[in-house]
């Protein structure tokens, strides 16, 4: 008999599958929102009993669903506390990221260090991950197939911390998990509802690093951040 963990990822891929296909114009299959919602029910069925960090990470094993894996040295899963209050979530793995295996080791990395230490916080008391979990060669931007695929495993660690708060940094962590086209210049520095959850986007740290003059503009985002974590 198939175990439960086992049962929710290959719905979780069915659906992306099907998603994935519809939208690249096949047909002969029944693709309607109603079936969508009936593999939903499925899932949320199976996963009364909340899956941990370690079990997400484990059902990713060396992962071959993209063609991201090809060029990849290491998956880059997530770093943290599994039960923080705020989790940021970024685009994807660059090379330093892909070399070490963990999220914001680089010069982007070290700005968001200083960030979140800005907020009198730890990266060990929140959580960082991206939408994508392996570095698109010459860090290219994620494809929208790539970030179909992994966005299962992202909604599932998002399920797993159970955060009250998450920061989207840069376009790509706002668009997707928003579901819009408006860009991260429009929508940042207000919160909008993810679920239970409170999302705040703002600019990526490297887009910081190439435009020092929006640094302000996200210190400003973070102390909304601080004022909405303290009430």
Request: glycine share 6%.
């Amino acid at each position: 008999m198939i175990d439960k963990k086992r049962f929710v990822s290959i719905l979780d891929e069915v659906e992306t599958s099907i998603r994935f296909l519809a939208k690249s114009g096949w047909q002969g299959f029944d693709c309607s929102q109603k079936s969508i919602e009936t593999m939903n029910t499925w899932k949320d069925n199976q996963t009364k009993k909340k899956e941990t960090l370690e079990q997400i990470r484990e059902d990713i094993g060396d992962c071959k669903r993209c063609k991201l894996f090809q060029n990849r040295k290491n998956i880059v899963f997530g770093f943290g506390n599994p039960k923080a209050r705020l989790v940021f979530i970024g685009e994807g793995p660059g090379y330093e990221e892909d070399q070490q295996g963990l999220p914001f080791v680089g010069a982007a990395g070290q700005l968001l260090t200083k960030i979140i230490q800005a907020m009198d916080l730890t990266r060990n008391q929140v959580y960082i991950c991206n939408i994508i979990k392996c570095r698109p060669q010459g860090n290219r931007n994620p494809e929208p197939g790539e970030i179909e695929i992994c966005s299962p495993f992202l909604n599932r660690q998002i399920m797993a911390i159970k955060p009250d708060f998450i920061c989207a940094l840069g376009n790509f962590a706002a668009k997707t998990l928003l579901k819009t086209d408006d860009s991260i210049s429009k929508i940042r520095g207000r919160f909008y509802d993810y679920g239970d959850i409170k999302l705040l986007p703002t600019y990526h740290p490297a887009y910081l690093l190439r435009n020092p003059n929006k640094k302000r503009d996200v210190w400003e985002d973070m102390k909304k951040l601080i004022k909405e974590m303290a009430k």
